[in-house]
Antibody, heavy 119, light 107 residues
Framework: QVQLQESGPGLVKPSETLSLTCNVSGISITSGYYWGWIRQPPGKGLEWIGS???????FYNPSLESRVSISVDTSKNQMSLKLKSVTAADTAIHYC????????????WGQGVLVTVSS | AIRMTQSPSSLSASIGDRVTITCRASQDIYNYVAWYQQQPGKAPKILIF???ALQSGVPGRFSGSGSGTDFSLTISDLQTEDLATYHCQQYHSYPLTFGGGTKVEIK
């Protein structure tokens, strides 16, 4: 079955770059779906970061667009997230997810990884 | 960005109760709404897409309705495993946005 698994450092210093990877298994990342990143500050709601298609088509949240980059590595069946110049406000659980068959809802999610921004 | 206003922010109900959560969009989004369940410590799980279509494998006690700006999620026969936070999401236009969440507690 389709599985997504996030990985990356759990602690990032302020002003540095947050880097996460989403490993996709059970399906090829080139299968035609869009893949996305969503984050959730502890105890708060969900915020969409951005989405990507393996063709390179990307959509970003304007609130983060100047600092964010999402890419796909088809050879590794992975998606990556980079968020630069982080502050404490970027502390959150980060999820990768697959867009479903009917519009930009998300039908498969990874378990999430907590990234804390602190010196 | 389209704002999704969800209410109530929390509720407490008994096993077997019928529970309804609402979500109001700041503009017409037709039926481009999804609902998610997030159990404590877990990732969100999709329940409903296209406002009223039940995701495969989701129990039939969950239902969604609405169009335009007003949407609702109903749990018809609350079970202990329904203890969770529920989120609505619009996908009419970018940026994709979520409601603030509704925490459902069991009395």
């Amino acid at each position: 079955q389709v599985q997504l698994q996030e990985s990356g450092p759990g602690l990032v210093k302020p002003s540095e770059t947050l880097s996460l990877t989403c490993n996709v298994s059970g399906i090829s990342i080139t299968s035609g779906y869009y893949w996305g990143w969503i984050r959730q500050p502890p105890g708060k709601g969900l915020e969409w970061i951005g989405s990507i298609h393996h063709s390179g088509s990307t959509f970003y949240n304007p609130s983060l667009e100047s600092r964010v980059s999402i890419s796909v590595d088809t050879s590794k069946n992975q998606m990556s997230l980079k968020l630069k110049s982080v502050t404490a406000a970027d502390t959150a659980i980060h999820y990768c997810a697959r867009r479903g068959d009917f519009g930009d809802s998300f039908d498969r999610w990874g378990q999430g990884v907590l990234v804390t921004v602190s010196s | 960005a389209i704002r999704m206003t969800q209410s109530p922010s929390s509720l407490s109900a008994s096993i077997g109760d019928r529970v309804t959560i609402t979500c109001r969009a700041s503009q017409d989004i037709y039926n481009y709404v999804a609902w998610y369940q997030q159990q404590p410590g877990k990732a969100p799980k999709i329940l409903i897409f296209a406002a009223s279509a039940l995701q495969s494998g989701v129990p039939g006690r969950f239902s969604g309705s609405g169009s335009g700006t007003d949407f609702s999620l109903t749990i018809s026969d609350l079970q202990t495993e329904d203890l969770a936070t529920y989120h609505c999401q619009q996908y009419h236009s970018y940026p994709l946005t979520f409601g603030g969440g509704t925490k459902v507690e069991i009395k």
